[in-house]
């Protein structure tokens, strides 16, 4: 819990100790993100060569803006943590009001970018003709989530700049849950829901995010 880590701090134990102690689910975090593309691909690709080749394709856009994503993430964490280390509540709220208003313009101006890129991003990456309805079909749904994501990121962010890195890594692990459970529902169509393929998994990633 975030008392006993703060007591543990307080009373002075290695910093070996502390260090593993805060780090650790901010490291599981961080693989439970990357886990996401890697079940989408794995479950779309149990459908075929395309499938799969329809979801790898937008993997370096998407990785780019995860990039662009957790640069200012991380800038706007070491400073609501510094404002905590200096017991200043109304500068912590000053700084998380600053953190959400423009992590969520960038979120739209993502946005605005991917539904752009969407149009001819697969074919500018010389996919072939058969892949590039679902290779487009899949970013354009994904792009939808992309605000969503980026509110995910900044409020993890600057809760473990609160000194609370267990929160973010439980909601990103019910966030992988819910992903495979909606990839299995979706993308084979399960329980009288339509099989939607690639498309199926994007949705699956959005409503979950």
Known sequence: TRQKEQQLIKENSSTRKTVLLLAWPAILEQIMQTMVSYVDLAMVGSMGVNAAASVTINTSLLWMINGIIWGPVTGFSVLAATAVGQNDPEKVKKIMRQAIIAMLLLGLLMLALIEGLAQFFARM??????????????????????????????????????????TPMLYNILFNLLNIVLNYLLIFGKLGLPALGVRGAAIATVISQ
């Open 125 to 166: 990456m010389g996919a072939e003709p058969e892949i590039i309805p679902d290779a487009r079909g899949y970013l354009i749904l994904i792009g939808l989530g992309i605000p969503f994501q980026i509110m995910l990121a900044i409020c993890s962010g600057l809760v473990r700049g609160l000194g609370d890195t267990k």
